[in-house]
């Protein structure tokens, strides 16, 4: 991965606002990639063009009640003709049937708590795969 390079572009899907500033810190300081942050999937609709264009999505599959999930962004984005990796980052376990719904279609699941050092080791090697 070259690190210099600013059009590798990460998209992060989160309800939290304070975990999608935390990543996007992370992410830019630690790996040097533009990280597009995102609270639904409609804010992620409105940057279509930007959010298509990235090498990686990481994909909360709980948004809140009564709103589109990270499963549906997965859905838009597929739809969308996405070709970066689709990672989900999630507090649930991996029985849940929304999780097992992920795997099932090839997306690789971060289960929430991850210290940042080994989090930045899986995002650089599922980047180095998705070149």
Same mark, same amino acid.
Request: charged fraction near 30%; glycine fraction near 6%; include cysteine.
């Given at each position: @991965?070259?690190? /210099?390079?600013?059009?590798?572009?990460?998209?992060?899907?989160?309800?939290?606002? /304070?975990?999608? !500033?935390? @990543?996007?810190?992370?992410?830019?300081? &630690?790996? *040097?990639? !533009?990280? +597009?942050?995102?609270?639904?999937? +409609?804010?992620? !609709?409105?940057?279509?063009? !930007?959010?298509?264009? &990235?090498? @990686?999505? $990481?994909? #909360? $599959? =709980?948004? *809140?009640?009564?709103?589109?999930?990270?499963?549906? &962004?997965?859905?838009?984005?597929? /739809?969308? *003709?996405?070709?970066?990796?689709?990672?989900?980052?999630? *507090?649930? %376990?991996?029985? =849940?049937? /929304?999780?097992?719904?992920?795997?099932?279609?090839?997306?690789?699941?971060?289960?929430?708590?991850?210290?940042? #050092?080994?989090?930045?080791?899986?995002?650089?090697?599922?980047?180095?795969? %998705?070149?």
């Amino acid at each position: @991965m070259d690190v /210099d390079d600013k059009r590798v572009r990460i998209v992060f899907l989160d309800d939290s606002e /304070d975990l999608r !500033e935390a @990543m996007r810190v992370l992410l830019e300081t &630690a790996l *040097g990639v !533009e990280c +597009m942050c995102f609270g639904s999937l +409609m804010e992620l !609709e409105e940057r279509s063009n !930007e959010a298509l264009d &990235a090498r @990686m999505a $990481i994909l #909360d $599959i =709980n948004l *809140g009640p009564g709103v589109p999930s990270g499963l549906d &962004a997965f859905r838009w984005l597929n /739809d969308q *003709g996405f070709r970066g990796k689709v990672l989900f980052f999630t *507090g649930h %376990a991996r029985t =849940n049937p /929304d999780v097992r719904l992920a795997l099932e279609r090839g997306a690789q699941v971060l289960e929430k708590p991850l210290q940042p #050092d080994r989090l930045i080791a899986l995002l650089t090697r599922a980047l180095d795969e %998705a070149s």
